[in-house]
Nanobody, 122 residues
Framework: QLQASGGGLVQAGGSLRLSCAAS????????IAWFRQAPGKEHEFVGG????????DYADSMKGRFTISRDYAKNTVYLQMNTLEPEDTAVYYC?????????????????WGQGTQVTVSS
């Protein structure tokens, strides 16, 4: 089971760090990705990381503002979001995929967290 947390209300230009923790299992040879879904829109790939070697990939629009990292000891993946914009308002989900090339499509992901709301005010 995946637990996403850390969302909240922040002003434009601010920062948030989201966490994705695995309970009852440990991450292994998987990709862990963040997606987001704004009201009325489809899921959008934010970025991801491979658990074993730490390779990262980001959506072009997130590069430079968002950083994904992992903590082996805590079995947790983080999404550090800086310089947030109102357009970043969405529910953010973490998910794991058995494919280790960090797929950008939701269909490649097997397990999903419950989502955490991020709201950026202007």
């Amino acid at each position: 089971q995946l637990q996403a947390s850390g969302g909240g209300l922040v002003q434009a230009g601010g920062s948030l760090r989201l966490s994705c923790a695995a309970s009852g299992r440990t991450f292994s040879d998987v990709s862990i990705a963040w997606f987001r879904q704004a009201p009325g829109k489809e899921h959008e790939f934010v970025g991801g990381i491979t658990w074993n070697n730490g390779a990262r990939d980001y959506a072009d629009s997130m590069k430079g503002r968002f950083t994904i990292s992992r903590d082996y000891a805590k079995n947790t993946v983080y999404l550090q979001m800086n310089t947030l914009e109102p357009e970043d308002t969405a529910v953010y989900y973490c998910a794991t995929s058995r494919f280790t090339n960090i797929p950008a499509t939701t269909a490649r992901y097997d397990y999903w967290g419950q989502g955490t709301q991020v709201t950026v005010s202007s």
